[in-house]
């Protein structure tokens, strides 16, 4: 609570127009906190439209407003760690799950796990994204690995931007891709109309897909592909660009009468397999990650189905 004697200057002017004054704050912000009751004058509740009188008590509550990117510390369900030494900690990540704080997004975090575990990480990096070499989606779920030495990052992260480490996805998409092995070289950039949506455009970022069919059923085809690049969305855009969304993809064109027969509620896309030259040892290392129980359900219903 902030207490002040409203002064000559802002006499006879209305309350919301003073509290921004006085506050530096919006004026949709003190309009806001004085329907809120948050403000007092004189030990009387006031309306925005109400006028200071010089001299009177003022007395404003301004609660603090959350950081978007402010990492909440919290043990997440689901989470588990697959590997962990004084380098690196690999772990298999949950739908649902965002890897870092970001705008938009209130949920929980694979970073703020991590700290409610204990698990210590490096500092390099912004500060939400403090050991992040890699991203997963939130509707994406599967191995990745994070950074816990400040070498360990720095290591990682040219060997990502160098495209040496191997990233291996299994997509269940809709139909038959032609040819059935391939690869997809078309760039990535916002969607004209949606800055949350991605799409093939001249403009877009150089982007990579290579991908081969594992299993081609009635409804759907298995497939395993590998990120030459790593864009946002990558494997979702170019599979959409092909005219075979991901199974599930209803942001990406997928058709939402098959999600619900599968009884997905989201893309059916994971990371199944990470390989990489050890940051510390140089050795070649490999993790890999089952199917979830919502997509492996899934897919033996359309194997079934076949």
């Known amino acids: 609570m902030r207490t002040l004697i409203v002064p000559e ?87 649902g799950v965002a890897v870092h704080p970001s705008m938009g997004w209130t949920g929980p975090t694979v970073v703020g796990h991590l700290r409610a575990a204990g698990v210590r990480i490096a500092t390099s990096g912004a500060a939400e994204r403090q050991g992040i070499v890699q991203r997963l989606d939130v509707g994406t779920s ?25 990233k291996t996805y299994h997509a269940l998409v809709q139909g038959h891709p032609d040819p059935l092995q391939g690869t997809i070289d078309a760039p990535i950039g916002r969607a004209a109309k949606a800055d949350w949506k991605f799409a093939v455009r001249e403009d877009g970022k150089h982007s990579v897909t290579h991908y081969e069919t594992l299993e081609a059923h009635r409804f759907a085809s298995l497939l395993e592909i590998h990120l030459e690049t790593g ?5 979702r855009v170019h599979m959409a660009a092909l005219k075979h969304p991901c199974v599930g993809d209803l942001t990406y064109g997928a058709d939402p009468t098959l999600a619900r027969w599968l009884g997905l509620e ?31 359900n ?8 076949s």
């Not at 030495?149 to 720095?154: D, I, L, P, Q, V």
């Not at 864009?231 to 494997?235: K, P, V």
């Not at 899934?298 to 189905?305: K, M």
Request: glycine residues 8%; charged residues 30%.
């Open 298 to 305: 899934a897919l033996e219903v359309v194997r079934d189905a």
């Open 9 to 95: 200057g802002v006499g006879g002017v209305r309350v919301d127009a003073g509290l921004a004054k006085m506050f530096g704050i919006s004026r949709t912000r003190a309009a806001d906190l004085i329907a809120d009751g948050h403000v007092v004058v004189d030990g009387q509740v006031v309306a925005k439209s109400d006028r200071l009188l010089p001299g009177s008590t003022l007395e404003v509550y301004i609660p603090r407003v959350a950081d978007p990117l402010e990492i909440v510390e919290e043990v997440v369900d689901g989470v588990r760690i697959i590997h962990e030494d004084d380098a690196i900690v690999v772990l298999d990540k949950p739908v």
């Open 266 to 296: 989201r893309q059916w896309l994971h990371a199944v397999r990470l390989g990489f030259e050890h940051p510390r040892s140089g050795g070649y290392v490999t993790y890999e990650s089952p199917y979830p129980d919502d997509l492996a």
């Open 231 to 235: 864009r946002t969305h990558q494997i």
């Open 142 to 166: 599967g191995v990745m690995v994070i950074c816990k030495s400040e070498r360990a990052y720095s290591v990682l992260k040219n060997a990502f931007r160098d495209r040496t480490v191997d």
